[in-house]
């Protein structure tokens, strides 16, 4: 007997929930009405996509994250670059920031290589191929404390573009394994824009 009216309550206090929901509905336009209620999902987009991709299936997202990557590594030689050759007054702040920020950037490539590992294929390996690839240039050894955090802070807006494309390339092909992965990226990048933005600001 209690089962049963706490059943009856629970059936209430849905509809209740719905009614009300239903009437801020009415309220709202439609634009507001397409972020309240998610739209369905993509028929192309699968819900379950088994290991063992064909090369062809993943020709695009290996190439836009050994895109990344290639940009990652010069971005993590330019890191270490700064970390040992900056001088002046924010030395102890910046050589130790950028030690913070390189072994990010470590475990980040590895992460994406060995992503294009599982699909069978073989990620960018050699300082040639991420020169040739990369969106990021190097740099120099003789820049200002400064102008160090500047250029990092280009090469987090350029990772950001390059991460945005792989992530709508995964969605594309209903990879979320990948798309995964790199909103992680994405989060802690945006995170490191803020602070050396922060930085750069008077
Ligand atoms: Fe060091």
């Known amino acids: ?16 929930k719905t ?5 801020n509905l009415r309220n709202m336009d439609s634009r507001t009405i397409e972020a309240v209620i998610p739209t369905a999902i993509p028929k192309e987009r699968k ?3 088994k290991l063992g991709y064909s090369k062809l299936e993943t020709a695009e997202i290996v190439e836009a ?25 924010d030395f102890f702040d910046i050589h130790e920031k950028f030690e913070e920020e390189y072994n990010y950037a470590k475990s980040a490539i590895d992460e994406i290589a060995e992503r294009i590992r599982v699909f069978g294929q073989t990620p960018l390996s050699t ?20 102008e160090m955090v500047s250029e990092i802070l280009r090469d987090y807006e350029t990772l950001l573009e390059q991460m945005f494309n792989v992530i709508e390339v995964s969605l ?4 979320s394994g990948t798309e995964d992965l790199i909103k992680g990226f994405v989060k ?15």
């Not at 990557?69 to 007054?89: E, I, M, P, T």
């Not at 990369?134 to 200002?144: A, H, R």
């Open 19 to 23: 009614k009300l929901r239903i009437k």
């Open 47 to 49: 819900v379950f996509v």
């Open 1 to 16: 007997m209690l089962l049963a009216e706490d059943i009856l309550f629970g059936l209430i206090i849905v509809l209740l």
């Open 172 to 175: 594309n092909n209903g990879d």
């Open 127 to 146: 300082m040639r191929e991420y020169l040739d690839h990369s969106e990021i240039k190097e740099s120099g050894t003789d820049l200002t404390g400064l």
């Open 65 to 89: 994250m050994n895109k990344l990557l290639a940009s990652y590594c010069v971005h993590y030689q330019k890191l270490r670059n700064f970390h040992w050759n900056v001088k002046g007054g």
């Open 188 to 202: 802690q990048t945006e995170k490191k824009h803020w602070m050396f933005n922060a930085f750069t600001s008077h």
